[in-house]
């Protein structure tokens, strides 16, 4: 069995089956049989030919797969020695309706067909679990409301944030990402068909009746044209993925850095070490940055065999299948990770605000400096500050401590003010407010 | 001046100068006194001191930008300077009122609106020009509805096309990843406003107005919430930028080789050679190319840093605007290049016939195997099809004759067929129907 | 099986077979049974506690390879199951020994060997096809030494080459990138050895003793220290390799040019069409240039996780293994179809020669100009060049004719001149020295 | 002024001058007089012309850098408008010897050749960096040989290692990227000059003269070949480059983490924030990780134009100079950064120490368990340590209080190793002899 170890961060289980070898020889026997039934309905081929057709093609596991990715070696393609043995299945039985296999079709035909057809089936793959993370961090948002922790940028500590607004903005991050790549796998959901050179000149007149009954028999939308070399729905499902997996990533570097031993706010359930018994490691961000670092240079790989020459290229659409299949599976890999991450997330708000306390309330003299400013000017307000600043880090003393001390600030500010200047919670400003609005945007409606 | 021979294929003149220093200080400046006013009008700063910002800010040429880019090396941004320098301005004649510059942003808020501001104008241009571009290409296609010409697959000769059709592919392409990315500008146009950690808490309680109205001031979308490290709008817009100019890399691509002297099909107006006086160059399509092999890594380096810690990220937002500047000045100039290279095409239907017809008909091999499949079977079809290709490889003759000469083929088919069986023209399937679907989706309504 | 017709055109059996499961259990049995003999030869552990783990260990196919993969998903890492079972089957006929698996190393110590011992297997077979393509390429240039073609520039006619230089300079490339491809493989080919973080320490004094012997157990190089996080080997391996077959898709590009219909200068043994019999495809071009168009994107995904953090890092080591395999094989599939391409192209001289005689020598244009400029003057020459080309358009003569006509140049110009103007083999420059020197540096020493 | 603010993170004022308009154009200048004073030496151009061109060409900033950038656009080359102004210019005065201008050449050669000459300065400053960041990190990892710290992996505390080991693997990991890097940048330096297509027929036999004498004139080394579409030095440039950026990253990566609040075992010099007066950010750690975010992808812009068409490609070489430029820029803005960094970089060996004192000792776990198990067996061990690891997760204990108190290890290890068995620096392994392995390789040879 190929690369299972290699690619074990790499994909699950469940979509390595769609992208393998069975599951594609099936796309295409599902092409191959729904062609010759949609050709026999407009009257192209004879109608006991296409019987026979979907009698005799057997099942993918018939087909000897190494033998078709052998000679897909000299033909540039798997297509052609799959058609060849379909049609010497059919032929053994009777010759008469092997006549009409794969009749009026291009090689590019059935293959885009087929992988067309394995990504309907990711999408559902997908679809299933992105809806259960989109829940899963909905509810941390909703429950972590008031939890209260350290802004952090550029990886310094700053004023506070909610925990419950870091999760709604992986939320919303995640969810229309989400949208949009759900939005692109319906739109790469089409049928493949156009002949030779697209423009179904073997069928005649019955051209584009043949193309539409073979889209409606696959569950597939039809095309105004064959896509032969116009990649764009492939291509924008590809880039879409690449943003999805970017805001799953956003998610678990997060949590990857928040789960540090120093840090200590979230843990993951985590897997152990081979050799350090104490150890539980983020695992599952591990696998979700696994897929961030490979998914733009995927991204990559495929734009740049997008533009394909004349009616069907070279090189281009070559490069696409282990692309595409390997994006997929990245994505899914990511999501598999990234649910099971937040399914089992433990959360740690007195470690949120033990780190906003060891700040020793520094994180404040931005507020400080924003409500003094009006009063005594900015440069003032930068002295003050300065000086408090300065008194804390040479003692053991905390910020609210020093400002309550310094008769400069206190005349000039509200009691209140003064209170509360190192209160986390009485300078949240908007997060409550920014949290809803951006779950709403992606709650169900009530039913 | 910088690196204007070195970027002179990868920018046009228009699009540079929106990312130029004037343009993008220029930009900050209004973000600063919009905010300054919408601070003012609700009640955050005196009104006052909004109107001495506005008025002392003074025009972008009056900033030292060659001063803000060095600087921006110790604070890691140029917003940090700039802010500096305005402030100092405001002070020099009115320092109460430069108290209140900037108040309650971010340095990322400011930068971050300036590139939208960019990108709004970057809209426009591209928009322009593209629309100038799907008038053109349907124009094209509509004049050679019926101008028939090889189909090529994998860079050899298969049964016919119209470059109608091939123009409307072209146009096709173009159109549906056009209006994906105008539609991603537009996504990203919209404010940004976050304050330190993405709360607006220097705000209190007017921080969803004040951005609000800073938003409606700049003309720019409401933002449901900052979007300090949910980097999807950019990310989307450089991946659209991408596919976009894929579409316009097949037409450079098919052009360029239609162009090459053997082939002869279509002309570029061109451009000359240092060295040699004969030549015309396909520079147009060179340059179309040029962006191609540079935009899957610019969207790659663009995803590469999305996945931002925390409430701003380290290094991936510091890598976005290069990045971010290059992918839109990439596009422009290609699809500057993609116009003139389509205004000024010159097309030779003769030489396309004549291409057609030096492949003494063979590419009629497969309409003539599947019309003789269903009477003689798969097998006897291709012997005899092989028997006429042998004949025709050995001599002079062409398909059309050694078929008519052949009673074994003579003897099944319909007269008709015999006849015509090389006619291009006969051979076309549903070329004119696909390519008027293709073109309807695009064309503009009747008014 | 998973993914081996998506893959057929990305890898080639042999090599698919290196990452496959069996080769990686493989590995990393070797490292721990070379690891426990390693640790017995230096009295770390009892010499019949390693003895029992060689003998206990089994074989590769003794291993449940989707169980090791499932788990993987766990502990991120499926160096932590396959540990787990090698001890269990150590441990259920001698618990005494299993004490002793695994002992000192770490989870990245075993895989990353495993996947640096495959390489070593790579590289093996990749010597021998480059070696064979470079002594082809050598042959081919040598016995076109003298066979004249147009050169092109831009995808446009300019003045002679020849076609021994031009495989001289697909030699060249290959040959340099193929040199320093196999220099990359042999310096990624060391032991990894390092522990928990790095410092051996499980081992005590024994750490550098037992690496050493170790990698020269396993016939690997010492290591200067682990490289747990240092990943340069593997990068500039990766690179390598992108380089290598950007050298191979020069070679196929050029022939799938070469091989259209119209110039008809080469053409490759081939393989058919699916639906067209008359069709013979550039179906190794196309495979070469699938790989051109990954391989950039795999390095980019490459390098996108290589800084990594502290002593193992997180997401970036996790992306490398499938990055890495996905990158060989891709190497290997272009190198396998180039040799197929070198070994069976025709070449064709005779249209070699038509394709310079139809451009009625109007390449010669540079030529004639430089030859008059000295006399006459520049602007004078450019005048009667022009004169000369205009004439051609009009009529059926050729440029040598015209030129032969003109008693402005003729009076002008040495007879000799006048009569070779339009010569190709009398305008060849340096070429047969470039090419001797270009196969000079990569011919084998004579012994 | 172009670009400044934007690309103000992706360069250095040194850096960004040598890709400036006057460098390049002075670097074309540079080739076309060398060319013609090397012809003349040649005979093959008068000598009175070859010293006209040099007397008359004039400097850099006489020569209109926008107009050649806009006509570039026609041509798809700056070349060509720039030798049309350099001939003007000298017909101006002596149109005798304007004839001779450019002679032979075509206009690739110019502008390679100009880019290389800007490599050839690039190199000097990224050398003297280089020394000086390898000088820097050697003195770092010599101070703090016996500084002890956490080892981290996969972001979770593990055994310890010396904060000099963790700065040798720094120092090595950019001094072999560095030498690499050197050496690309020496083997990119050659001459440029073929003619048309690559013959340098236009010189007849004196072709590889005057290429030689030219590579002499320009300092760079003669090439065995002109280099037209074998761009393989150029892309081992550019992929050197991003494998060096990749070290540098590792290094910043690391001191962004170290430098957390919650982390405190190191401070960059810092920049401010615009909001924030309490902040010291990780700035020069952010413009590292920004290039490090682009380059991958600016490397695979690179790979994806490399395989260009027959003598002279379409569009893989327009796209080049912009990727080569901002690769190298970015690769100079990385390391301007670090030597800032690593030059004021400053150090908490205390609370390194702190950090591993509040895990407690949980990371000695591994040691202990291999200490017991070759007396108790692996089960027995793990029993054990997973006891003493609950007992301190219950309680306040420390592990080595935890250990000491539990008979059933007591009893079965030594009296040493059970009172060191929670000591830092008794469980360093082979930390030292490593860092010294590891920098003994780059250490200056003593005078």
């Given at each position: 069995?190929?690369?299972?170890?290699?690619?074990?961060?790499?994909?699950?289980?469940?979509?390595?089956?769609?992208?393998?070898?069975?599951?594609?020889?099936?796309?295409?026997?599902?092409?191959?049989?729904?062609?010759?039934?949609?050709?026999?309905?407009?009257?192209?081929?004879?109608?006991?030919?296409?019987?026979?057709?979907?009698?005799?093609?057997?099942?993918?596991?018939?087909?000897?797969?190494?033998?078709?990715?052998?000679?897909?070696?000299?033909?540039?393609?798997?297509?052609?020695?799959?058609?060849?043995?379909?049609?010497?299945?059919?032929?053994?039985?009777?010759?008469?309706?092997?006549?009409?296999?794969?009749?009026?079709?291009?090689?590019?035909?059935?293959?885009?067909?087929?992988?067309?057809?394995?990504?309907?089936?990711?999408?559902?793959?997908?679809?299933?679990?992105?809806?259960?993370?989109?829940?899963?961090?909905?509810?941390?948002?909703?429950?972590?409301?008031?939890?209260?922790?350290?802004?952090?940028?550029?990886?310094?500590?700053?004023?506070?944030?909610?925990?419950?607004?870091?999760?709604?903005?992986?939320?919303?991050?995640?969810?229309?990402?989400?949208?949009?790549?759900?939005?692109?796998?319906?739109?790469?959901?089409?049928?493949?068909?156009?002949?030779?050179?697209?423009?179904?000149?073997?069928l005649g007149a019955h051209g584009d009746e043949v193309a539409d009954r073979l889209a409606d028999a696959l569950g597939l939308s039809r095309s105004a044209a064959p896509w032969h070399t116009q990649r764009d729905s492939l291509g924008s499902l590809v880039g879409a993925a690449g943003l999805y997996v970017a805001s799953l990533g956003k998610l678990a570097r997060d949590v990857s850095l928040m789960m540090q031993d120093e840090v200590g706010e979230v843990a993951e359930r985590g897997g152990?070490?081979?050799?350090?018994?104490?150890?539980?490691?983020?695992?599952?961000?591990?696998?979700?940055?696994?897929?961030?670092?490979?998914?733009?240079?995927?991204?990559?790989?495929?734009?740049?065999?997008?533009?394909?020459?004349?009616?069907?290229?070279?090189?281009?659409?070559?490069?696409?299948?282990?692309?595409?299949?390997?994006?997929?599976?990245?994505?899914?890999?990511?999501?598999?990770?990234?649910?099971?991450?937040?399914?089992?997330?433990?959360?740690?708000?007195?470690?949120?605000?033990?780190?906003?306390?060891?700040?020793?309330?520094?994180?404040?003299?931005?507020?400080?400096?924003?409500?003094?400013?009006?009063?005594?000017?900015?440069?003032?307000?930068?002295?003050?500050?300065?000086?408090?600043?300065?008194?804390?880090?040479?003692?053991?003393?905390?910020?609210?401590?020093?400002?309550?001390?310094?008769?400069?600030?206190?005349?000039?500010?509200?009691?209140?003010?003064?209170?509360?200047?190192?209160?986390?919670?009485?300078?949240?400003?908007?997060?409550?407010?920014?949290?809803?609005?951006?779950?709403?945007?992606?709650?169900?409606?009530?039913?």
């Open positions: 069995m190929r690369g299972r170890l290699v690619d074990s961060l790499a994909t699950t289980d469940a979509m390595a089956a769609l992208f393998a070898d069975e599951s594609i020889i099936g796309g295409m026997l599902r092409f191959e049989t729904a062609l010759a039934q949609s050709e026999a309905a407009c009257g192209v081929i004879p109608v006991p030919a296409a019987e026979a057709i979907a009698r005799l093609a057997g099942s993918a596991a018939e087909y000897d797969a190494a033998a078709i990715a052998r000679e897909a070696r000299h033909s540039a393609t798997p297509a052609i020695p799959f058609v060849r043995m379909l049609t010497a299945r059919v032929a053994g039985v009777d010759p008469a309706s092997a006549r009409f296999v794969h009749f009026g079709a291009t090689s590019q035909d059935v293959l885009d067909t087929a992988l067309v057809l394995a990504l309907v089936r990711a999408r559902a793959l997908i679809a299933a679990d992105h809806g259960r993370l989109v829940a899963s961090l909905m509810a941390l948002s909703d429950r972590h409301a008031a939890t209260v922790m350290l802004g952090r940028t550029i990886l310094q500590p700053g004023p506070p944030v909610t925990f419950g607004l870091k999760a709604a903005i992986w939320c919303d991050a995640v969810s229309v990402a989400g949208a949009r790549l759900l939005h692109a796998f319906d739109a790469a959901a089409r049928v493949q068909f156009g002949g030779a050179v697209g423009t179904r000149a073997a152990g070490s081979s050799t350090m018994p104490h150890k539980r490691n983020p695992s599952a961000s591990a696998i979700v940055l696994a897929s961030v670092a490979r998914m733009p240079g995927l991204v990559a790989a495929f734009l740049s065999g997008m533009s394909q020459e004349h009616e069907r290229g070279i090189g281009g659409w070559h490069a696409e299948a282990p692309t595409l299949s390997a994006a997929v599976q990245a994505t899914a890999s990511a999501l598999d990770a990234s649910c099971g991450l937040v399914d089992h997330l433990e959360v740690f708000p007195d470690r949120m605000r033990a780190n906003i306390d060891r700040t020793r309330g520094v994180i404040f003299a931005e507020r400080l400096t924003l409500a003094l400013v009006p009063t005594v000017g900015r440069d003032e307000a930068a002295r003050l500050v300065a000086e408090a600043l300065a008194t804390i880090r040479d003692g053991g003393r905390t910020f609210g401590d020093v400002i309550r001390s310094m008769p400069a600030i206190t005349a000039v500010l509200s009691a209140d003010l003064v209170s509360t200047v190192d209160s986390p919670d009485a300078y949240l400003g908007s997060a409550e407010q920014i949290r809803q609005r951006l779950l709403a945007a992606h709650r169900p409606l009530p039913t």
